[in-house]
């Protein structure tokens, strides 16, 4: 009698912790790990291949996270945040979704795990991210 009682109150409790899930990452905060790194002109380097780094622009930490879904807006669940390591989720409508880890060694370097899938293609990066230096100005980029 005690097991059916619990599961009544199961999909409460659910529901208390989704709101509470939803609430955090639609709050729109830094992660805590990302939170320290320097912004800048980022080298994201592939340690499987010779490739040469990609460069991208990083104004905050979270655009370490979306490596193949630059510029999307894309809804973000935050699965563990502390102060070295983040881990976050994220669904883009209509091109994929991916799940991503940066372990911040320090603020001008990182390790990047991600993988997922983009425009129906799977995807698997395992990167070194180091910042280079100051973000070129749009002007100059023509």
Do not use: N
């Not at 830094?30 to 622009?57: F, H, K, N, Y």
């Not at 879904?69 to 991916?98: L, N, W």
């Amino acid at each position: 009698m005690r097991y059916f009682g619990a599961l009544r109150i199961m999909p409460v409790i659910l529901a208390i912790g989704g709101a509470a899930c939803l609430a955090s990452a639609a709050s729109g905060t830094t992660p805590a790990a990302l939170a320290g790194l320097e912004p800048g002109q980022w080298d994201l380097r592939s340690r499987d291949s010779s490739e040469p780094p990609v460069r991208i622009c990083v104004r905050d930490g979270l655009s370490l996270v979306q490596i193949k879904h630059q510029g999307q807006a894309c809804r973000q669940f935050v699965v563990e945040d502390t102060a070295e390591r983040t881990s976050i989720t994220y669904s883009c409508p209509r091109t994929g979704h991916g799940r991503t880890v940066v372990r911040v060694e320090t603020p001008r370097l990182v390790q990047i795990d991600s993988q997922g899938v983009v425009d129906g293609y799977p995807f698997a990066l395992d990167l070194e991210g180091r910042k280079t230096g100051t973000c070129t100005p749009l002007a100059a980029r023509k």
